[in-house]
């Protein structure tokens, strides 16, 4: 049995259509945005510690840890975008 192309990511038969849907649903799940939106907070912070060093002076130690937290900003974003390409 052949299903013909509707668009470019859906086909007319009925089984077709609801994996892609249930993967467009998991994809679009809350836990897959608050990862991200962890993920941007955390790296927000990283961005901001940086600037703590013309405040305080203490150049290597604000620069090391604001990288720090940058990674692990990184890592937390690497993490919600292979959720939703896993989906």
């Not at 259509?17 to 990283?46: F, H, Q, W």
């Not at 604001?66 to 990674?71: E, R, Y």
């Not at 993490?79 to 390409?85: E, P, R």
Request: proline letters at 1%; one cysteine or more; a positive charge.
């Amino acid at each position: 049995m052949s299903c013909p192309i509707l668009a470019k990511h859906f086909y007319f038969c009925d089984n077709i259509i609801e994996i892609t849907m249930s993967s467009m649903e998991k994809a679009n799940s809350i836990n897959i945005y608050a990862i991200l939106t962890v993920a941007i907070i955390v790296g927000t912070v990283g961005v901001f510690f940086r600037f703590l060093d013309q405040a305080f002076g203490h150049g290597f130690l604000f620069t090391s840890v604001s990288n720090i937290i940058l990674v692990i900003g990184i890592l937390i974003a690497l993490k919600g975008v292979f959720a939703i390409l896993k989906a």
